[in-house]
C-alpha cells in the first residue's frame, strides 16, 4: 500500500507570493492532518479535514488554509508569504475522524525569500 | 491541555551501548502516547505506541517504550544502539477521544558514535 504523498518536495518563494501544496493520503484514510516542523517551535499543528470539513485548526493566521476533496486528498495555502514560514510542511492520515496513530508524508520544505 | 517534555537535546552514544530517551507529558486522564523517528529530510516513522494494557510495549527496529502513570512517563529504549538509529526521535500524546491533534515534544537528536 502506497504511503502518503506529499508535492512537491521542496519549493522556493518570494515574500508576498502564494503556495499551494498538496497531499494524498493513505488509500482508505479519510484524515488528513497537516504539520508545520520548524527548528525553533517544533512540530506544530496546522488543520485536520475529515470528509471534505475542517475539524480542527491550529494556532495560526488566516493566511494558513486548507481544504479536503472528495477522494481525501487535501491541499494547503499559504497567501502572503513571510520569511517566518519557511518550514517542513507535514502531512499526515489516519483512518478515522481523529484517528491514531498518524502516518506521515516525507514533507514539502518551503523556502521563502 | 496536552503537551509534551523531553529533557535532552541532543544525546550521544556508542555503538553497541543501550540507550533511554525520556519523555514526560502532560494531560488529565490516560493518554494514547507515541514514538516517532525522523531521519534527515525525511517524514515522521512510527516507531511505537501505547493505547492501553500492557505498559512495556514492542516497537519496530528493537525498540520499547514503558508507559508508567505515576511518574507521566513514557520512556524509550534500546538493549543495543546500531549505527543506523542516528536520527531525531519525537514523543507524542493524544486524547483516545481523538477530539484534540496528537501534540508532540521538541525532540530528541541521536549521534552514535563509533
Known amino acids: 500500500k502506497a504511503g502518503v504523498t506529499q508535492t512537491p518536495r521542496y519549493l522556493i518563494k518570494t515574500r508576498g507570493q502564494q503556495v499551494t501544496l498538496s497531499c494524498s493520503p493513505i488509500?482508505?484514510?479519510?484524515?488528513v492532518s497537516w504539520y508545520q516542523q520548524t527548528p525553533g517551535q517544533g512540530l506544530q499543528f496546522l488543520f485536520e479535514?475529515?470528509?471534505?470539513?475542517?475539524?480542527n485548526k491550529g494556532n495560526f493566521p488566516g493566511r494558513f488554509s486548507g481544504r479536503q476533496f472528495s477522494n481525501s486528498r487535501s491541499e494547503m495555502n499559504v497567501s502572503t508569504l513571510e520569511l517566518g514560514d519557511s518550514a517542513l510542511y507535514l502531512c499526515?492520515?489516519?483512518?478515522?475522524?481523529?484517528?491514531?496513530?498518524?502516518?506521515f508524508g516525507n514533507g514539502t520544505r518551503l523556502t521563502v525569500t | 491541555a496536552q503537551s509534551v517534555t523531553q529533557p535532552d537535546i541532543h544525546i550521544t552514544v556508542s555503538e553497541g551501548a543501550s540507550l533511554e530517551l525520556r519523555c514526560n507529558y502532560s494531560?488529565?486522564?490516560?493518554?494514547?502516547l507515541f514514538w516517532y523517528v525522523q531521519s534527515p529530510g525525511q517524514g515522521l516513522q512510527l516507531l511505537l505506541k501505547?493505547?492501553?494494557?500492557?505498559?512495556l510495549v514492542q516497537g519496530i527496529k528493537g525498540f520499547e517504550a514503558e508507559f508508567k502513570r505515576s511518574q507521566s512517563s513514557f520512556n524509550l529504549r534500546k538493549p543495543s544502539v546500531h549505527w543506523s538509529d542516528a536520527a531525531e526521535y519525537f514523543c507524542?500524546?493524544?486524547?483516545?477521544?481523538?477530539?484534540?491533534?496528537?501534540?508532540f515534544g521538541k525532540g530528541t537528536r541521536l549521534s552514535v558514535i563509533a
Open positions: 499526515a492520515s489516519s483512518p478515522t475522524e481523529g484517528g491514531s496513530p498518524l502516518h
Open positions: 507524542a500524546v493524544g486524547s483516545p477521544s481523538g477530539n484534540t491533534p496528537l501534540v
Open positions: 494531560y488529565g486522564a490516560t493518554p494514547y
Open positions: 501505547y493505547f492501553s494494557g500492557d505498559t
Open positions: 488509500s482508505g484514510h479519510r484524515s
Open positions: 479535514y475529515f470528509s471534505e470539513t475542517q475539524r
